[in-house]
């Protein structure tokens, strides 16, 4: 059952092959015996989850169900839970029961999912590898001593290795992409703006995005339904309808111009990562489509702009997690200043202390103009890119990471190559750009990510293309060894 | 060695919406310490702002009432700096883009010449919490009620000369924010509250000298003692060879002195940038030209019509159009006054005003209605009453004794218009002073008020004045 697609599973459902409860009990099962490898998740949220269930099956069994109802699903623990635990990832908010739901999360329980629990990440979701995370590192499931990616490791890791159907991710500069390509499962990061950032904790607010890792292009589809959308909470949220993404999933792709950018195959790829790319450029080609190569000219001006703007505006964001009203306080302070020093650097990791310093920085009188300001510059520059790049082709095609997974503490001790590991990624995230990583073959027993990269709005086209690949090749069916 | 003061204000003014200006939460003021704060006002992680659309059109009512440029493009900054009571982390306010530009307000001076002020910008901005340092037993209680108000910060341009200038514009400012219904203007509760930068230079210097920014100087009082003390101090700071440093002040009004709060070295770097979260707000000329086809009648037109359709001083007009309730008591009073503007405006700017005053009343709560002082007035022009015993009927209407022609009925204050009446009474008294009348005779002029007086004694005040003055100056002349 727990290999069985979303819509296997909801046909199911509805046919009552299965309860929501005995598929909620499955899947908190399977947590239980497979977790303590992984690392997955943060907080499981058994009672919850199957209350939940019993509700679905009570929708189910009136006949008042919709095609998600009683769907299990794990939730980014950066997504606010009313009554949850909400950590992040961080020692800062250990301690931290949300009174609110996020907009997704709402969006979730709406439409009668289940939510199996909260899933492990890269504190406040800065970081490549999950490494960063309070609660300690993620596994991958294809081989334990390698990192899942980050910041979303725990999600694409739990879906990998079968513990939920699908889970929330968000992506600031890559983390929901690089960890699906690393994991070998399908995400998307669909375009800024589609899907509220309500309730979502900000790292950095220009880019962050929310979206979703499953095992294939089709349940993306239906779940992407259910969070995509207007949200009255979120000005920045597009007012622009959502399609139903499932209905154009089919569509032929004869004649699509697929482009290929020459910036990202060059000597940093990986050999086996550009064999698998060019052989999946081939099945598009048997399908139809016709392949440019198009030119992103300031793709490595991407990394340090993205690394100017995602700091400076996590330096305001984190500014919040004071010890004044909650999350992590200091014992005893002795004045104000001892109260908010102590309380900040006990409650935050060294990677989200770094990010606050050098956004500080780079918001400082002095330094503004020649930081900021120049990195808005770029972004605008890196836009313009793709802009460029749209007039000619439908969807720009490539690999999602240099390199396939790496070992744990490999990068550890070298931020500027762990940065480096989202040089595909973080020009999508500058752009405001829908995103998908798909699995696209294996290298030494590791899985290799697929990019498409799709023009603003545009994740029904992305689907509807990935989907068409995933109808030719079985690299999405994989299930790691042991799980 | 003369010295010339230079004044610029930088006005807070709480805009009068329900809820705040991200928020949905009250804005009410006096509730229980963070009773009115939702997870957005507390800055709770993962909440976002949303703009509340009411506060973009009380900043174009304000930007129409002083006369400015209204953005049609402006952005929301973070200024960041940590303080308890600023739940964030950063105050969500504008920068580099206000939503109103230049713009300028004319003020009335003592002398009675007008003066132009110009106003740098007024910016959209959300208030703070309140820290409570007391009852709390050496640690800091915070209320986050007041956190996410909305402000209007109203800049002025550095064209005051005095501190009795910066009142006059303080008083304008005031009147003008009221009139548009965007701010109560209660400053007791903080609704209207004020920063003055102060400096001093010598005349004929045009180079403006190192200024103090004064802050939260919360009553019209408070701010001329504050900006006289700071002049006084700068002046003798510098003619004793010093030098006034560039810091923020606090003034104390029991100690009547300014005292420092913080450094220029110390001052935040609030490393303001765009805010993410908000898109840039946008105003369209549609929007702009609805809300000022709504505009009411503003203190500046109001003065002007007064001046010109009742005949009023400009310094009448300044009085009655103070605020909006005066001017319309005014104007209801003059229609029942059939029309006696000028003897209207002297008991509304005079009498009323002064007992209002001593009682620490509002007008809209006056005991004396608009109707009833038209009347008063009414009874004045008609010669019913004179304007002495007019005093003890508004005396009686304000103790709610009945109305004017009830009072004048009942208390026999009726004026004495029969002349035969009054030749009688002129006649008693004449024979009764025979020495003053033969001295008034041989040339003593002056004794002339002596009979007056002696007259409305034995009247009571009711004899009119001008039949009195006719009658007996006939009389004196004619027993010559």
């Not at chain 1, 919850?48 to 006949?63: F, N, R, S, Y």
């Not at chain 1, 440019?292 to 340090?304: A, C, D, G, K």
């Not at chain 1, 294996?442 to 545009?458: D, V």
């Not at chain 2, 004495?416 to 009474?425: G, H, K, N, P, R």
Request: charged share 25%; with cysteine.
């Amino acid at each position: 059952m727990f290999t069985k697609s979303i819509a296997e599973l909801s046909q199911a459902l509805q046919t009552k092959k299965i309860s929501s409860h005995e598929l909620t009990q499955m899947y908190l099962e399977r947590i239980k015996q497979f977790d303590k490898k992984l690392n997955s998740f943060i907080t499981v949220t058994e009672e919850h989850a199957l209350q939940a269930a019993k509700k679905a099956d009570v929708q189910l069994a009136i006949g008042n169900a919709n095609i998600l109802t009683g769907i299990p699903v794990a939730q980014k623990d950066i997504f606010c839970t009313q009554g949850v635990k909400t950590s992040c990832g961080s020692k800062m908010l250990d301690n931290f029961i949300s009174p609110y739901d996020a907009t997704v999360i709402k969006r979730f329980n709406a439409a009668g999912m289940v939510m199996l629990g909260k899933t492990n990440m890269d504190e406040f979701a800065m970081g490549s590898s999950n490494e960063n995370s309070y609660y300690g590192p993620v596994k991958n499931p294809w081989n334990l001593e390698y990192v899942p990616g980050g910041s979303s490791g725990g999600s694409a890791a739990a879906v990998a290795a079968n513990l939920a159907p699908a889970a929330t991710g968000t992506d600031t500069g890559g983390s929901i992409r690089q960890p699906a390509a690393f994991c070998g499962i399908s995400g998307i990061k669909p375009t800024y703006g589609r899907v509220s950032r309500y309730g979502m904790i900000a790292f950095a607010s220009s880019l962050d995005q929310g979206g979703l890792f499953a095992k294939s292009a089709e349940d993306l589809a239906l779940l992407l339904n259910v969070i995509a959308g207007f949200d009255e909470n979120d000005s920045t949220s597009a007012t622009i309808a959502a399609p139903y993404y499932a209905t154009t999933l089919n569509n032929s792709l004869k004649g699509l111009r697929i482009g290929l950018p020459k910036e990202f195959f060059n000597e940093a790829l990986d050999k086996d990562i550009a064999n698998a790319i060019q052989a999946a450029v081939k099945v598009y080609e048997k399908l139809g489509a016709t392949i440019h190569e198009i030119s992103l000219p300031r793709t490595s001006l991407s990394i340090p702009a993205y690394y100017v703007i995602a700091p400076a505006e996590c330096s305001s964001n984190l500014a919040r997690f004071d010890g004044v009203r909650y999350g992590h306080r200091c014992d005893a302070p002795k004045d104000l200043e001892d109260l908010y020093k102590r309380s900040r650097s006990e409650g935050f990791g060294k990677e989200v202390t770094r990010r606050i310093m050098i956004g500080t920085y780079a918001l400082s009188a002095g330094y503004f103009d020649a930081y900021y300001l120049k990195a808005q510059k770029i972004r605008r520059l890196v836009a313009q890119d793709f802009h460029e790049a749209f007039k000619s082709v439908d969807v720009i095609l490539g690999p999602t990471t240099p390199s396939p997974a790496f070992k744990l503490g490999e990068k550890t001790s070298d931020p500027l190559s762990m940065y480096l590991s989202d040089i595909y990624t973080i020009a999508v995230n500058l752009a405001g750009l829908p995103g998908m990583s798909i699995p696209a073959g294996f290298t030494a027993g590791l899985p290799i990510g697929m990019q498409l990269i799709g023009n603003a709005f545009g994740e029904a086209k992305l689907l509807n293309i990935a989907h068409g690949y995933q109808k030719e090749t079985d690299w999405h069916t994989k299930t790691p060894e042991g799980f | 060695m003369e010295w010339e003061t230079v004044i610029g204000l930088e006005v807070h003014a709480q805009l009068s919406t329900n809820s705040k200006i991200f928020s949905g939460a009250s804005t009410a003021f006096g509730a229980e310490p963070n009773t009115q704060a939702c997870a957005i006002d507390l800055g709770f992680p993962g909440v976002l702002p949303v703009l509340n659309a009411e506060v973009v059109n009380m900043a174009i009512k304000l930007g129409l009432g002083i006369h400015a440029e209204i953005a049609k493009r402006s952005v929301f900054a973070r200024k960041n700096y940590f303080y308890p009571d600023l739940p964030k982390g950063y105050q969500i306010s504008q920068f580099e883009l206000p939503v109103v530009g230049k713009g300028y307000l004319d003020i009335l001076l003592e002398d009675g010449t007008s003066k132009r002020i110009g106003i740098t910008r007024a910016h959209l901005e959300e208030d703070a919490g309140k820290s409570l340092h007391e009852d709390f037993h050496g640690m800091s209680g915070i209320d986050l009620n007041r956190a996410g108000t909305p402000l209007l910060e109203i800049v002025s341009e550095p064209d005051m000369r005095s501190a009795k200038e910066a009142i006059a514009y303080l008083k304008t400012l005031h009147s003008l924010v009221r009139y548009l219904g965007i701010c109560d203007g209660n400053m007791q509760e903080g609704s209207f509250r004020c920063d003055a930068n102060v400096s001093v230079r010598r005349k004929g210097e045009t180079k403006l000298g190192t200024r103090t920014e004064l802050k939260n100087i919360n009553s019209f009082r408070f701010v001329e003692r504050a900006i006289n003390y700071e002049v006084e101090r700068q002046i003798a700071l510098i003619e004793e060879g010093g030098k006034v440093k560039q810091e923020t002040l606090l003034f104390d009004p029991a100690k009547n002195e300014t005292r420092t709060m913080r450094s220029k070295e110390e001052a935040n770097d609030y490393r303001y940038f765009p805010d993410p979260d908000l898109l840039p707000l946008l105003i369209t000329e549609e929007q702009i030209e609805k809300v000022r086809s709504h505009l009411p009648e503003l203190p500046q037109q109001k003065h002007q019509r007064f001046m010109e359709q009742y005949g009023l001083s400009a310094y009448d007009a300044t009085v009655l159009v103070s605020s909006q309730a005066m001017a319309d008591y005014f104007e209801t009073a003059v229609v029942a006054s059939g029309g006696q503007a000028k003897l209207t405006a002297n008991w509304v700017a005079g009498e009323l005003s002064a007992a209002l005053n001593k009682s620490d009343m509002d007008i809209i709560d006056s005991p004396v209605s608009a109707a009833e002082l038209g009347k008063l007035v009414l009874r004045i022009a008609d010669d019913t009453i004179s304007g002495k015993i007019a005093k003890t009927v508004f005396e009686c209407l304000w103790n709610k004794e009945g109305d004017v022609d009830q009072i004048i009925d009942k208390q026999g204050l009726k004026q004495v218009t029969d002349s035969s009446a009054i030749e009688a009474l002129i006649e008693k008294i004449l024979e009764a002073n025979p020495q003053q009348v033969a001295d008034y005779r041989s040339g003593k002029d002056k004794l002339f008020g002596f009979f007056v007086g002696q007259a409305m004694k034995e009247s009571g005040g009711k004899l009119n004045p001008k039949q009195l003055n006719d009658l007996l100056k006939e009389k004196l002349a004619s027993g010559a």
